[in-house]
């Protein structure tokens, strides 16, 4: 099946540093990648979704500003998260689509402490 | 948001008995639904999904089956193993919006030896 990996898997940063989160496709093409958010025992959150070549599409209450997503090829998305503060520590989790698929494919997710 | 939610939070069977998860959905809009398998500290995992233009589907062990009467989702997993343990999600997405995936709070799965 399809594999999306993510990178790094965990990162400490202190408050007020950027961090970026690499989310590649290793085996297709993703025309659409998504990028969510999960607290501990809560859902997943959707907070942007991106098309490669153009702007990404931000949900509501989710800050573009603060959250930086890059979609420069079909096989790579990276989510900036800047001037990073605790309460942005989460469970960040990506997902990529292929044409013409409705199925989406999780990374296995990357744990983001500020301390 | 749509509203995607669960009827029970927590779920324990004993192993080799089979296990019933439930889904209730709030928008007769939604078009695919999906659920997800999530261990601890790891991205969700595709298990099975269904379109709404069937009732039921099934896959190695498991079957989905949709109600849209009642909007209604459930997920069997027969022969429940140690392995099974896990949180699980429906999600949904909507006819006219395939790209939002909405999902349901987790219903979390414990299989007792």
């Known amino acids: 099946g399809a594999v999306v990996s993510q990178h790094p898997s965990r990162v400490i940063c202190k408050s007020g540093t950027s961090v970026k989160i690499e989310c590649r496709s290793l085996?297709?093409?993703?025309?659409?990648m998504f990028w969510y958010r999960q607290f501990p025992k809560q859902s997943l959150m959707l907070m942007a979704t991106?098309?490669?070549?153009?702007?990404?599409?931000?949900e509501q209450g989710v800050e573009k500003d603060k959250f930086l997503i890059n979609h420069a090829s079909l096989t790579l998305s990276t989510l900036t998260v800047t001037s990073a503060h605790p309460e942005d520590s989460s469970f960040y989790i990506c997902?990529?689509?292929?044409?013409?698929?409705?199925?989406?494919?999780f990374g296995p997710g990357t744990r983001l402490t500020v301390t | 948001g749509e509203s995607v939610g669960l009827h029970l939070p927590t779920l324990s069977v004993q192993e080799g008995d089979n296990s019933i998860i439930n889904c209730a959905y709030s928008?007769?809009?939604?078009?695919?639904f999906i659920w997800y398998k999530q261990e601890s500290g790891k991205g969700p995992q595709f298990i099975i999904d269904?379109?709404?233009?069937?009732d039921k589907r099934q896959g190695q062990r498991v079957t989905v089956l949709l109600n849209k009467t009642v909007k209604h989702l459930s997920l069997q997993i027969a022969a429940t193993q140690p392995g099974d343990s896990a949180v699980y999600f429906c999600?949904?997405?909507?006819?006219?919006?395939?790209?939002?995936?909405?999902f349901g709070s987790g219903t979390k799965l414990n299989v007792k030896p």
């Open positions: 997902s990529a689509r292929g044409w013409p698929s409705y199925e989406q494919y």
């Open positions: 085996d297709f093409q993703a025309t659409t």
């Open positions: 991106s098309n490669e070549g153009s702007k990404a599409t931000y």
């Open positions: 928008n007769s809009a939604s078009d695919y």
């Open positions: 269904i379109r709404s233009n069937m």
């Open positions: 999600a949904e997405s909507l006819r006219d919006n395939f790209n939002k995936f909405y």
